[in-house]
């Protein structure tokens, strides 16, 4: 459930949309590190209670620093997405749409377009006297064409960041959507103009494991200076998705600083402390349950083969039992038969002495 603060905070944005505010106040952007923050940042005074909400733990575990120059604003289906917000799976299945505000005086938040400079017009007026020929002068310079610089580049990622307290460092996050070289358009609030961006990583919908927790999916706009380079295996259009370090993709293709993000959460089910804490999407269906369905398969596979291996030992030793059971049967009975041979004998014996005593 949202807190009052968040609900309050929703509130003042859309008046600000329906007032036809155009820009990031202040406000808005304390709001958004403050959401960014870790809980150890937002603890308050000794003595005076925790503030609330605890904030998202993404920085600095995911990202080392945060200033950023406006806010992003997420729409899945028409429907607004306040920051840090609860959804579900079939909620954020299909790309948000985003728009960007920046906060006043933003010089990482842009949009440029060229644009020519006509020439300057005549200072006479057509009522005026003709003026006496003049010497030939030389042809007048063709209007110049002025170059604004070009449209200012982005790299626009989601990546999941795992459920709260998982290291950073050391467990790599899931790249659900990987664009670069996309602009922003029209005026502000700015929208994403992905004409002529490169669609690494086509978005997929989250797919947390069953039972992993809530999970925390950023959605990230970063700076991307000319001497941006894309790395080798994250080169071209239609890479699956896959993990990687956000960090470590960072430094080494030159991306500038996140001028804009936000973050939702999903959840998959009852946390538990037995799945395992990373999930993993199958880029087919984008759902972990048929993931974890064909676990269960085999683990039921495997369950069958040791019942069928326990039933054998079962028969095996049933069999032993029923053999030695018979063995003993049988020299019984091999010994009752003796008995009544010697028994005899000595029967015989008794008759002939005492005949030949008479």
């Known amino acids: ?47 005076r209670a925790p503030l609330t909400p605890p904030g998202a733990q993404l920085v600095p575990e995911l990202l080392p620093t945060f200033s950023p120059e406006g806010t992003l604003d997420l729409t899945f289906s028409g429907q607004s997405v306040s920051i840090g917000q609860n959804l579900t799976q079939d909620a954020v ?3 948000p749409g985003i728009t960007v505000s920046p906060v006043s005086g933003a010089s990482g938040i842009d949009t440029t377009s060229p644009s020519i400079s006509p020439p300057p017009p005549s200072s006479r007026s057509p009522s005026q006297s003709p003026l006496p020929p003049l010497p030939p002068t030389p042809p007048s310079p063709a209007p110049q064409l002025t170059l604004a610089p070009l ?12 459920p709260v307290g998982t290291d950073e460092s050391t467990t790599a996050q899931t790249r659900h959507w990987l664009v670069n070289s996309v602009t ?38 970063y700076s991307q200076p000319s001497s ?40 998959n089910g009852v946390a538990t402390t037995s799945v395992p804490a990373t999930s993993t999407v199958n880029t087919a269906t984008l759902s972990a349950a048929s993931v974890s369905g064909t676990g269960a398969s085999a683990s039921g596979s495997g369950a069958s083969g040791s019942a069928s291996k326990s039933g054998s030992a079962t028969s095996g030793a049933a069999a032993s ?21 010697v028994g005899a004998v000595g029967l015989v014996g008794c008759l002939f002495g005492a005949g030949l005593g008479l």
Do not use: C
């Not at 944005?13 to 329906?18: G, K, M, P, S």
């Open 228 to 267: 941006f380079a894309a790395p080798a295996n994250l080169s071209t259009a239609n890479t699956p998705l896959g993990t990687f370090f956000l960090e470590e993709y960072v430094n080494s293709t030159g991306l500038g600083a996140v001028v804009a993000a936000n973050y939702f959460q999903v959840e």
């Open 151 to 162: 449209p200012q580049t982005y790299t626009l990622m989601m990546v999941d960041a795992n």
């Open 93 to 95: 299945a299909t790309y």
């Open 1 to 47: 459930m949202l807190s009052l603060t968040a609900l309050a905070l929703l509130g003042l944005r859309l008046v600000a949309a329906q007032n036809g505010t155009s820009s990031a106040s202040a406000t808005d952007i304390a709001d958004v590190e403050a959401n960014f923050q870790a809980t150890k940042e937002r603890l308050g005074s000794p003595g």
């Open 321 to 341: 039992s029923t053999s030695k059971a018979a063995a003993g049967m049988q020299a019984s009975t091999n010994g009752l038969g003796w008995g009544v041979v």
């Open 184 to 221: 922003l358009e029209g005026s502000a609030p700015y929208s994403v103009n992905y004409t002529g961006s490169t669609a690494i990583t086509n978005y997929a919908g989250p797919g947390p494991a069953a039972g992993s927790g809530s999970h925390r999916y950023v959605v990230l706009l």
